[in-house]
């Protein structure tokens, strides 16, 4: 399956529509594209991400996954274990488990096989150079360490579909710069879409597309 | 995932199994102690027996009122070996308000059984008014100068001392029938009625009998009286009840440890869902950490009630009235209870867990 996320009209707001988000949001992302998302703090950014997963429901409009509804629990549920991956700007990795431990939380989730999954762990654990570090326990782990478990365990299904809500935002620059480019040498040479939320313009301008938010609506596309 | 979830969180899972092993140890434990309280009453009236008759409707055995003759009549019908008439009542003594009395034939078989450290059976006999003390019962009732021991308003000679297995009779006082009939004031009445079967015959033969000749009475099989006798009954739903309520207190525990475990993990669970959980298998999980905790806790108050109920067999003063049972269908009820506790303590922590928003969860600080 080839992800293809289509948004149409998206309304969201929060505190019994007090606080309006997202304000007839559309977008269309191609399979294979690397979509970066920019604007402000509070410009609707994270929202439209946990929009597109599922996390959050609209309040009006259409959100589809290659051409799958995300309306009810059993699609976002499928869609989370087998479709997309999610990184956020803090790891959220349990510190008392092992990064490994942590790791093969999706695959649980999915009840994929275990043989398989740690393949695949050291296989991703190699690409990210997080190797070394597997065994160790998550408190035990640098930022930039941490952030980078953070997207092996979000790329353990194999999922088509990457979402990431400023996976950069906590790390220093040498770590920044690295996180991003392994990102993105993942995503492209498995020809999978990201979307990724983010207020670096530097590395917004090196993905794909750059898409500008602004108040809770698509100001355009930056060329 | 389950099993990593409880071993991350040692200390609440160890609190949380500890009250639940708190809750079965009480439960097997007063469980096992009455319960071997009725089996020890209920060996006084099976010696050498495979029946007992006493007054139909007797909320107690100590107020039922059986003629004596009956056994004379029962030993003459070809279905009845032997039929042996005991009167119960209960003494006081100088510093000792409550004494059991057992008022039996010399050839009651119960006296020889025993290990006699005074006298000897010959001197108990059933036209004199000479007692035989249990073991214990000679440690409490002071034997006088003269030989003899007050009970009530009279003083009687006492024939010998016999250790005896029982604890109940271990602690009473063997009298001569017709001095206990004479003590109490039931003449030519006895509490019960023990009865042998002929070789080759049934009990059926005897209740027949007793219904057609004794409508008053009634006549049942050891096993069929131990299930219906109503104080057996109170005694056994009294343990389990206390010891549910023990149970219940223990699980307590486990829920609020649920709780703390579902709300100091917030962001796991949200991540959890994230990660492709559905709110089933969130659920699920906090389900199985409660069941975990108190399968745990259940192995731990199995082992120390066991324990426990050696530790207060061993001590001297105890030996013979303690005689534990804990039988399977004791661990079962207790396992029982646990699971139910576990899954009603865990009910409001895996809804709250399942129905957390995860998109919510992470913006919580």
Known sequence: MKSHVSIKDVWKSFDAGRIQVLKGVGLEVPAGDVVALCGTSGCGKSTLLNVISGLEEVDRGEVFLSGRDVVNESTRVDLLRHHIGYVFQFHHLMPDLTLAENCMVPVIAAGGSRAAALERLNELAEATGVAHRLKQRVRELSGGERQRGALVRSLMNDPELLLCDEPTGALDESNRERVFEILVDLVRRRGRTLIMATHDLELAKRCDRTIKMRDGRMEGEIL | ?365
Not at chain 2, 22 to 39: D, E, Q
Not at chain 2, 60 to 71: C, G, R, T
Not at chain 2, 282 to 291: D, K
Request: aromatic fraction near 8%; charge should be neutral; proline fraction near 4%.
């Open chain 2, 1 to 365: 995932m389950i099993w990593t979830n409880l071993r991350r969180h040692r200390v609440r899972t160890g609190i949380g199994a500890a009250g639940i092993a708190l809750g079965v140890a009480t439960m097997l434990s007063v469980v096992g102690l009455l319960g071997g309280a009725v089996k020890m009453f209920e060996r006084i009236l099976r010696t050498d027996a495979e029946m007992v008759v006493f007054e139909k409707n007797a909320s107690d055995l100590f107020f039922s009122n059986v003629p004596v003759s009956l056994a004379d009549e029962l030993e003459k019908t070809p279905f009845v070996k032997e039929a042996r008439p005991v009167l119960f009542a209960i003494v006081s003594a100088p510093d000792r308000p409550i004494v059991t009395c057992f008022g039996i034939e010399s050839g009651d078989g119960r006296l020889r059984k025993g290990q006699w450290l005074r006298g000897n059976p010959k001197n108990f006999k059933d036209d004199a008014r000479a007692v035989v003390l249990g073991e214990r019962a000679a440690d409490f009732v002071d034997i006088g100068p003269d030989g003899e021991v007050e009970l009530g308003h009279e003083r009687y000679p006492v024939a010998g001392v016999v250790r005896l297995e029982n604890g109940f009779e271990n602690g009473g006082v063997f009298m001569p029938l017709a001095a206990c009939q004479e003590a109490f004031h039931k003449s030519g009445a006895c509490s019960v009625v023990t009865v042998a079967l002929a070789k080759g015959h049934d009990s059926k033969e005897v209740k027949s009998w007793m219904a057609s000749r004794h409508p008053q009475l009634t006549a049942l099989e050891n096993e069929e009286f131990s299930r219906s006798y109503s104080q057996f009954q109170i005694l056994k739903t009294t343990a389990w009840v206390v010891g549910g309520c023990a149970f219940l207190l223990g699980g307590l525990s486990v829920t609020n440890t649920m709780i703390l475990s579902v709300f100091g993990r917030i962001k796991e669970l949200a991540i959890a869902r994230v990660c492709g959980f559905s709110r089933a298998q969130i659920a699920g999980m906090i389900f199985g950490e409660s069941l975990l905790v108190s399968a745990i806790g259940t192995m731990v108050g199995w082992g120390l009630s066991g324990l426990g109920l050696q530790l207060l067999k061993a001590i001297p003063q105890m030996q013979g009235y303690i005689e534990p049972r804990i039988g399977w269908m004791e661990i079962a009820g207790a396992m029982a209870l646990a699971a139910i506790t576990a899954l009603a303590g865990a009910m409001y922590p895996a809804w709250y867990a399942a129905k957390l928003n995860p998109a919510q969860a992470l913006r919580f600080e």
